[in-house]
């Protein structure tokens, strides 16, 4: 089991990771944790307050990206290769959302993360993501 | 129907373009718009500095371009079940009048190709449902900025219909 440090840390380094007040907690190397507190302005569904799909898609992004930069091993920056979500149930409302990502594999070019969203258990997701990052040399541009 | 009439009704099915993504708070807050020609929508997400995922290049945020193809496939879908009500007129199309929209397609799973950074500046995208089923429809959908044919992400998700009556 984890460590997760209770309060966390604003991620105040990242504008939309801090614009949805996402918080950074206590992780072991090449697994992430982050929270986002419900905010009425991220609801997709007004009629039952369920958060958007975006949302649990951005936290899960960060979340996977986040693990494969604490891998111990990486030299150089991640960006997304490709991404993908499987959305099991709607978040609960009014409740956090946390997401637990970890890096399982680790090459010279491509990292490759899987994580969960969920709210109160992680054996019970809201969505489950799988992605592949590509290792960018420090510092230089992504490809454009 | 005069020209008069054909422009009323246009005005009309644009505002209620406007009304249906208006409606839900997380649209709002990412400021995603749409504009239509006859049955299809091209979304635009406006630029603003809370979208940067990564300051130092800057680039917008990857889960941002994920959420604006989401977005623009879950809203055709809805606009696609719409339209041939708006088309029919009556009670069906009185309903909408009313802003009583069907319920959002639940997506199922959605799989995102990133191919070039999102830079600071305005977004556009547009779905092409692949196949549209009673209960599931199997949309892609692309963004790109500045050049139609320099797509900076892809996604193809499926998304499961709401049933008839609401």
Same mark, same amino acid.
Request: aromatic residues 8%; proline residues 5%; charged residues 25%.
């Given at each position: 089991?984890?460590?997760?440090?209770?309060?966390?840390?604003?991620?105040?380094?990242?504008?939309?990771?801090? @614009?949805?007040?996402?918080?950074?907690?206590?992780?072991?190397?090449?697994?992430?944790?982050?929270?986002?507190?419900?905010?009425?302005?991220?609801?997709?569904?007004? @009629?039952?307050?369920?958060?958007?799909? !975006?949302?649990?898609?951005?936290?899960?992004?960060?979340?996977?990206?986040?693990?494969?930069?604490?891998?111990?091993?990486?030299?150089?920056?991640?960006?997304?290769?490709?991404?993908?979500?499987?959305?099991?149930?709607?978040?609960?409302?009014?409740?956090?959302?946390?997401?637990?990502?970890?890096?399982?594999?680790?090459?010279?070019?491509?990292?490759?993360?899987? !994580?969960?969203?969920?709210?109160?258990?992680?054996?019970?997701?809201?969505?489950?993501?799988?992605?592949?990052?590509?290792?960018?040399?420090?510092?230089?541009?992504? @490809?454009? | 129907?005069?020209?008069?009439?054909?422009?009323?009704?246009?005005?009309?099915?644009?505002?209620?373009?406007?009304?249906?993504?208006?409606?839900?708070?997380?649209?709002?807050?990412?400021?995603?718009?749409?504009?239509?020609? !006859?049955?299809?929508?091209?979304?635009?997400?406006?630029?603003?500095?809370?979208?940067?995922?990564?300051?130092?290049?800057?680039?917008?945020? !990857?889960?941002?371009?994920?959420?604006?193809?989401?977005?623009?496939?879950?809203?055709?879908?809805?606009?696609?079940?719409?339209?041939?009500?708006?088309?029919?007129?009556? @009670?069906?199309?009185?309903?909408?009048?009313?802003?009583?929209?069907?319920?959002?397609?639940?997506?199922?799973?959605?799989?995102?190709?990133?191919?070039?950074?999102?830079?600071?500046?305005?977004?556009?995208?547009?779905?092409?449902?692949?196949?549209?089923?009673?209960?599931?429809?199997?949309?892609?959908?692309?963004?790109?900025?500045?050049?139609?044919?320099?797509?900076?992400?892809?996604?193809?998700?499926?998304?499961?219909?709401?049933?008839?009556?609401?």
């Amino acid at each position: 089991m984890t460590r997760i440090h209770e309060d966390g840390y604003e991620m105040k380094a990242v504008p939309h990771s801090s @614009e949805l007040g996402m918080r950074s907690h206590k992780a072991d190397p090449a697994h992430a944790i982050i929270s986002v507190a419900y905010q009425d302005n991220l609801v997709g569904n007004p @009629e039952t307050g369920v958060i958007h799909g !975006g949302v649990v898609t951005t936290v899960l992004d960060n979340c996977c990206g986040l693990a494969a930069m604490t891998h111990p091993d990486l030299k150089g920056m991640v960006a997304t290769l490709d991404l993908r979500i499987d959305y099991m149930r709607p978040a609960k409302p009014g409740m956090t959302l946390w997401t637990s990502c970890e890096c399982y594999r680790l090459t010279r070019s491509v990292a490759f993360c899987r !994580g969960v969203a969920y709210d109160e258990d992680e054996r019970d997701p809201i969505a489950t993501a799988t992605g592949a990052f590509m290792i960018t040399a420090a510092k230089t541009k992504f @490809e454009n | 129907m005069s020209a008069v009439e054909a422009q009323t009704r246009k005005k009309k099915r644009d505002a209620m373009l406007d009304e249906l993504s208006a409606s839900i708070p997380y649209i709002r807050f990412l400021d995603v718009e749409f504009t239509r020609m !006859g049955d299809e929508l091209t979304g635009r997400l406006n630029y603003s500095e809370k979208l940067i995922g990564n300051p130092m290049i800057p680039a917008l945020h !990857g889960g941002v371009v994920s959420a604006f193809l989401e977005i623009t496939a879950q809203t055709q879908l809805t606009w696609d079940l719409i339209w041939p009500k708006l088309e029919a007129g009556g @009670e069906a199309e009185a309903a909408l009048l009313r802003g009583e929209f069907p319920r959002t397609p639940k997506t199922i799973n959605l799989t995102i190709d990133y191919f070039r950074s999102g830079r600071p500046r305005d977004a556009y995208a547009r779905a092409i449902v692949q196949k549209a089923g009673r209960r599931v429809a199997n949309v892609r959908v692309e963004a790109w900025q500045d050049s139609r044919d320099r797509p900076i992400a892809a996604a193809h998700g499926n998304f499961l219909m709401p049933g008839e009556g609401k």
